[in-house]
């Protein structure tokens, strides 16, 4: 079988979603850990368009955009389990709250960023992204496509899982339970699959790490 | 056949690049399909139902059901419909690429060709910077993918990427003549171009993509009332 390498460097977030979905099509992989400051010229071969991690890189030939990579390996890999619906119009379904988790999950990292009126103005986004999953994305699902953890929930599993360390970190509550219980019940759902389990970055360590980024990103603004 | 058996309708609007897109699908496929024309400014209560978040065109409606996002609809026909022209490749790997300039073109190019129409002064000189270089990316980045040059393009032969292309440059000349910047530059971009030329000249585009003049008119009204584009 030809090789399997992923860029990264933990604890980011879109990382994490290729490990989970690595792990559970039992892929092996070789992590090549990736010094953002200072990027190594193989990354930059590799993603040339926009110098980020995560990239793929199967049989040498490279994958760039976590969930481009993720729809790359349910493709590459498709036998159990299986990440994605089997007909068309689930799998359009599916690939709708992925986008949306792309586009709209961005207001977590803006109010990562922020302070004053535009921390206020990135909160309302951040709550209507959430509204918005809370009541036509997930419903009263386990997952977001039944019963089992698909590529959706590794979309989501960490602008959720993000989102209640960044709370912290800027000091303001938006993820309620009593707001959001369909999406409450599902992160913690999501949290107890033994793949997710064994790879999520620990929250203590992620409070620290934020804030400290934060401290500097305020720094030099 | 049943009533409602396959039945195809487009919730779109005739100047909505995203619209012309799936025109464009539909069309290659050769899928008898309903059209119906929503005003924006008035939209349906159909229109609202099916894409009750984000309220936007196009919709494909299949049996009833709706499915929206363009380039998502792209894929759903291409997987529906799988006699006629393939829209995207077999390969895992080739489809990745495609997927990646896909987003690129929305997020990326997009994302630009917005900031431009929609800043003034020197805020709009940065834009303009900006489009050219997403543009030099796009070019380099199709010269990679397509080491053989544009291959050749008609009716039967029409992927996702010709699609995107089509409708994003296709109407090239009316957006120079609106907005007096040249951005399809033959000499800075010349794979772009020469591929916009050939697609330009294919009857089914040429059947899909709006009249010049009235697109010409209804850009000159946008940006007259400083309005945005809403899809």
């Known amino acids: 079988m030809a090789e399997v390498k992923l860029h990264g460097a933990l604890p980011s ?5 290729v490990i989970w979905a690595l792990k559970l099509k039992g892929v092996p992989y070789e992590f090549v850990s990736e010094d953002l400051s200072n990027k190594s010229a193989l990354l930059l071969k590799y993603n040339p368009v926009h110098k980020k991690i995560p990239v793929l890189v199967h049989g040498g030939k490279p994958v760039c955009e976590s969930m481009v990579i993720l729809e790359y390996i349910e493709e590459t890999w498709p036998h159990n389990p299986s990440l994605m619906p089997n007909n068309p119009y689930d799998r359009a379904h599916a690939r709708f709250w992925i986008k949306f988790a792309e586009d709209k999950g961005v207001a977590i990292w803006k109010m990562f960023r922020s302070t004053g009126q535009e921390l206020q103005n990135t909160m309302k986004e951040a709550l209507e992204m959430l509204q918005t999953v809370e009541e036509h994305g997930l419903g009263d699902k386990k997952f977001f496509n039944g019963d089992n953890i698909g590529l959706v929930d590794l979309a989501f599993g960490p602008i959720v899982y ?6 912290d970190v800027v000091g303001v509550k938006l993820f309620e339970s009593h707001k959001f219980p369909h999406l409450h019940a599902w992160i913690e759902n999501f949290k107890q699959i033994p793949v997710i389990e064994e790879n999520l970055p620990n ?3 992620l409070l620290v790490a934020l804030k400290l980024r934060r401290e500097q990103l305020m720094a030099s603004a | ?9 487009l919730h779109g609007m005739w100047a909505s690049t995203y619209s012309k897109r799936v025109e464009l699908a539909l069309r290659v496929k050769g899928i008898p399909y309903e059209y119906i024309e929503e005003d ?4 349906s209560p159909l229109l609202l139902q099916y894409n009750s978040v984000y309220k936007k065109v196009p919709v494909l409606v299949h049996n009833g059901k709706p499915i929206t996002e363009s380039y998502i609809i792209l894929e759903y026909i291409d997987e529906t419909w ?5 829209l995207l490749p077999q390969d895992p790997y ?3 690429q495609i997927r990646f300039w896909a987003s690129f073109i929305q997020q990326q190019l997009f994302g630009s060709f917005y900031k431009l129409i929609s800043s003034n002064g020197e805020e709009q000189e940065k834009a303009v910077e900006e489009v050219f270089e997403k543009m030099n990316v796009l070019e380099k980045g199709m010269k990679e993918l397509l080491p053989e040059g544009v291959p050749e393009v008609d009716g039967n032969n029409f992927g996702v990427l010709d699609i995107l292309v089509t409708a994003t440059f296709g109407p090239y000349k009316a957006h120079e003549e609106v907005f007096g910047l040249k951005v399809l530059d033959p000499e800075k971009y010349p794979l772009l171009f ?8 294919i009857p089914l585009v040429k059947g899909v993509l709006p009249p010049h003049d009235k697109l010409v008119a209804l850009l000159q009204f946008i940006k007259q009332n400083d309005l945005k584009p809403s899809s």
Do not use: C, H, T
């Open chain 2, 194 to 201: 020469s591929w916009v030329q050939k697609l330009n000249e």
């Open chain 2, 94 to 96: 080739q489809r990745a």
């Open chain 1, 203 to 205: 929250q203590d360590e």
């Open chain 2, 82 to 86: 799988q006699n006629g022209p393939r």
């Open chain 1, 13 to 17: 977030p879109f990382v994490y979603r």
């Open chain 2, 1 to 9: 056949e049943m009533e409602g058996e396959n039945e195809v309708k």
């Open chain 1, 162 to 167: 993000w989102l209640q360390v960044i709370e």
């Open chain 2, 40 to 43: 924006l400014r008035n939209k």
